[in-house]
C-alpha cells in the first residue's frame, strides 16, 4: 500500500521530546489500561488498544517486566463492560491508570477518588471528569479531543469529494441521549444547514443493530454518510467498511486509523497515535510524583485529512485533485 504523508510540526502537543532516562530509578511501577480493544500486532489498531502509549513509555525508559507492570483490561468493544473493567483495575491499586476514551474514562472516573488517572477522551470538563482545562483537580488529567468546528468541515469535504451530494447520514454508534452524541449532532445538522445539506441520523446501540442503523440510512437514500469511531464502530470498523461498500456508500470518519485506514473513503480528525504519545508523557510525570491536579489537560487542536483512493476506485469516485493535495495522507 502506497501512501503519501504531509507532516506538520506547529503544535508542541505532539512534538514533545521523549528522554530515555526520564524514569525513576529503583522501583517497579503498575500502570492501568483500559481501552476498547486487544492488540493484534497490526499498527492501525493499536490506538484502540493503548499499546501505542505503552510503546512510548518505552522510550522513556519504562520496560515492561523490568521497571513496570502493565495490567491490561479491554472491552472488547462493548461499552457496558467498562464499568465492571474499571473495578477490577482499581482492586490492583495501580499507581496511575490510563484510560482511551471518553466512556472508559468516565468509568475509572466513577470507580476511584484517590488513583491518579490519564484520561484521553471528548469533552473532559462537559462530562464532569475535570473541573477546568487549566486546572483539572481531583485524580484526573489528560488529553481532550473535544473536535472544535470539525463538524462542518468533515461535510465540507464530502461535498468537495461527492459534489452532486445533498443528503447525509450520521450514524451513531451508541444509545441515544449522551451529551456527546447531543452536542455533535446539533453541531452537525448547524453546519449542514449552511451547506444546503440534510442530515438523516440513525443509530445503534449495540453490535447487533449495526446492520439495521445502516439499512434505515439507505433505505431514506443518503449519498453519504459520516461515521464517529464510537465503541461499536471502533470494534466493528471492518464490517462497518464492508457494509459500505456493499451498498456503495461514501463514508467519512473522525479517525484515520479506524476509519480512511481501514477502508472508509475520508477521515478527518486527530492522530490518535500522536495522543498516545503524548498520554505517555502525562504518565511518567505521575510517576515521577506529580499530582494530576497540578497538571493541566491539553486541548488537541491539530487534525489531519486522509484519503482512501483504493475505496474511491471501488465506490466509482473520483477525488478532485485539488483535494488531494490538501491531505495530509492518501491511501493507494
Do not use: C
Amino acid at each position: 500500500m502506497g501512501r503519501r504523508r504531509f507532516l506538520s510540526s506547529s503544535l508542541a502537543l505532539f512534538t514533545a521530546p521523549l528522554a530515555a532516562d526520564a524514569q525513576p530509578a529503583g522501583k517497579t511501577f503498575k500502570v492501568g489500561l483500559l481501552a476498547t480493544l486487544r492488540p493484534t500486532g497490526d499498527p492501525p489498531a493499536g490506538p484502540g488498544s493503548g499499546e501505542a502509549m505503552i510503546d512510548a513509555l518505552k522510550k522513556l525508559g519504562y520496560i515492561e517486566g523490568r521497571n513496570i507492570v502493565i495490567e491490561r483490561r479491554y472491552s472488547e468493544g462493548i461499552a457496558s463492560r467498562f464499568p465492571g473493567l474499571a473495578a477490577e483495575l482499581v482492586g490492583l491499586r495501580p499507581d496511575v491508570i490510563f484510560a482511551y476514551g471518553s466512556t472508559p474514562s468516565a468509568a475509572v472516573h466513577r470507580a476511584t477518588e484517590t488513583i491518579p488517572i490519564v484520561a484521553v477522551g471528548g469533552d473532559l470538563v462537559a462530562e464532569g471528569l475535570v473541573a477546568s482545562l487549566a486546572r483539572p483537580g481531583r485524580n484526573i488529567t489528560g488529553l481532550q479531543t473535544l473536535e472544535l468546528d470539525t463538524a462542518g468541515k468533515r461535510l465540507a469535504l464530502l461535498k468537495e469529494a461527492i459534489p452532486g451530494v445533498s443528503r447525509v447520514g450520521l450514524l451513531f454508534g451508541t444509545r441515544a441521549g449522551s451529551p456527546w452524541q447531543d452536542k455533535t449532532t446539533r453541531e452537525i445538522q448547524a453546519a449542514a444547514r449552511a451547506l444546503g445539506l440534510t442530515i438523516h441520523l440513525s443509530q445503534a446501540a449495540d453490535v447487533a443493530a449495526l446492520d439495521t442503523a445502516f439499512a434505515t440510512l439507505v433505505r431514506e437514500r443518503v449519498q453519504a454518510m459520516v461515521i464517529p469511531a464510537t465503541q461499536i464502530v471502533v470494534a466493528q470498523r471492518e464490517h462497518v467498511t464492508e457494509l459500505a461498500l456493499r451498498h456503495r456508500m461514501p463514508t467519512m470518519g473522525d479517525d484515520r486509523a479506524f476509519s480512511a485506514q481501514a477502508g472508509f473513503l475520508m477521515s478527518y480528525g486527530f492522530d490518535p497515535f500522536a495522543l498516545h504519545r503524548r498520554a505517555a508523557t502525562y504518565v511518567d510525570k505521575i510517576l515521577r510524583g506529580a499530582k494530576p491536579a497540578d497538571l493541566p489537560v491539553e486541548q488537541v487542536t491539530k487534525f489531519d485529512l486522509a484519503i482512501n483512493l483504493k475505496t474511491a476506485k471501488a465506490l466509482g469516485l473520483t477525488i478532485p485533485p485539488s483535494l488531494l493535495a490538501r491531505a495530509d495522507e492518501v491511501i493507494e
